[in-house]
């Protein structure tokens, strides 16, 4: 079994990205499965054209992105990505598109079909604060996420995928007055490598 597991490179003027940086602390392999990393662009649009180059070359059974949610207290677990691209900030390349429609074919939400539920309660078992979450937003991570889904109604339907938002890392958050809520990188890889479990044995 392979599983690619995706996190975003830094944007809104931040310098690191807990999500790719507790990514790239996963082992390469979980519970038997091969682990494909990678790194997308915070940009829209671009980020899904590298996420599905990444899907043609390795084909992996499953795809879980992660992303941060400065302002979130849990990893939290996506139930569902919508068609609207709304940006509060701009990307990496200066786009800010407003009430953008992501594929003019498309419907106007697409659901994760990886276990979400299962991966929250294994999450909180584990020791690890975790929530169920019914908006992806409207930036580049539902970007990517509503192009993973649509991809999975309309070419790819053997394969599963979804999101998974973090948190902060501590140090992005020392400065803010008051600080936002946080969470160690080792702590959110555990996370995320506890949600690849659950994915497994589902």
Known sequence: MKILVTGF???????INPAYEAVKLLPD???????????LPTVF??????LQALIDTHQPHAVLCVGQAGGRPVISVERVAINLQDARIADNEGNRPTDEIIVAEGKAAYFSNLPTRAMVQFLRDKGI???LSYTAGTYVCND????????IDTLYPQMRGGFIHVPYDPAQVVNMSPPA???PIAAISEGIRLAIIAIINA
């Open 9 to 15: 490179a830094p944007f809104g003027g931040e310098k």
């Open 29 to 39: 392999t979980i519970a038997g499965a091969t682990i494909i990393k990678a790194e």
């Open 45 to 50: 649009r671009k980020g899904a054209q590298a």
């Open 129 to 131: 604060p975790a929530a």
């Open 144 to 151: 990517v996420l509503y192009h993973l889904l649509y991809w």
């Open 181 to 183: 809520p946080s969470m």
